[in-house]
């Protein structure tokens, strides 16, 4: 096909619909000036934004960073929040809960909630909520010590008979502490890692309070562990 029949189809498509969007903003009454309008599929424009780049190059204002982004396994690419959008669906996910043992309380773990299972080999760290209240409880079938978001008690148990609450405190007690993760695959590399951060992030809606991350795969987990 060549790049520039490649580009050409790619332009035809973006204004496949360019009247009837005309069409719907003049109903609405939005004001925009078409007849002097600018697209970002312009060549024009993509080097106006070159220039500027270039500008802000040159004086030492680019930096490399890294970014959590929505990949395309079929293209190999990564994809804009937008073209992702337009692919959102509702499924079911697997949720799954998993203790993590505290390196100085050996009998006693931190329970994380999950929709991500396979990402748990790339676990780095944990995130409470700060100023929310957690509790450290006795399972009584089990005789084991868990620690999880109060609030999430009623969700977690059929009734309150099922534990005894040990311990009440804020997320934040729990800041620093390290767990054992549950694979060892990153901690020759990471020995900063598997321990509990604090970001207001987490909520009180869903899960165990204790969020795994696994900093790849999502935008708050890797702005956590990039903080951390």
């Known amino acids: 096909m060549g790049i520039d029949k490649y ?42 934004v070159w220039w500027v780049f270039k500008q802000l190059f040159s004086k030492g204002l680019v930096y490399h960073g890294q970014k959590v982004m929505p990949f395309s396994t079929a293209c190999n ?12 669906k509702d499924v079911n996910d697997p949720a799954v809960s998993v203790s993590f043992p505290l390196r100085d309380e050996p009998d ?24 929310m ?8 079938k089990d005789e084991k010590k868990l620690i999880v ?3 999430r008690l009623s969700e977690l148990f059929k009734n309150d ?24 695959y990153f901690v020759a590399d990471f020995p900063n890692a598997h321990k509990v ?15 795994h991350q696994a900093p790849y795969f999502g935008a708050d987990d890797f702005r956590v562990g990039i903080e951390n």
């Open 7 to 48: 580009n050409a189809l790619c332009r035809s498509i973006v204004m496949r619909y360019s009247g009837e969007w005309k069409d719907t903003v003049d109903r609405i009454g939005r004001w925009i000036d078409f007849e002097n309008d600018y697209k970002t599929l312009y060549p024009w424009f993509m080097e106006s």
């Open 77 to 88: 690419t990564p994809l804009s929040n937008f073209e992702a959008g337009q692919d959102y």
């Open 108 to 131: 006693v773990a931190l329970v994380a909630w999950t929709t991500t299972p396979w990402t748990l080999p790339s676990n780095l760290s944990l995130c409470v909520h700060p100023d």
């Open 133 to 140: 209240d957690y509790v450290k409880i006795l399972q009584k």
């Open 149 to 151: 978001l109060e609030a």
């Open 161 to 184: 008979t099922e534990y005894d609450v040990l311990e009440k405190f804020k997320g934040r007690s729990l800041e620093g502490k390290k767990y054992v993760p549950l694979f060892d």
């Open 197 to 211: 951060c604090c970001d207001t992030y987490v909520t009180a809606d869903s899960g165990t309070g204790v969020v």
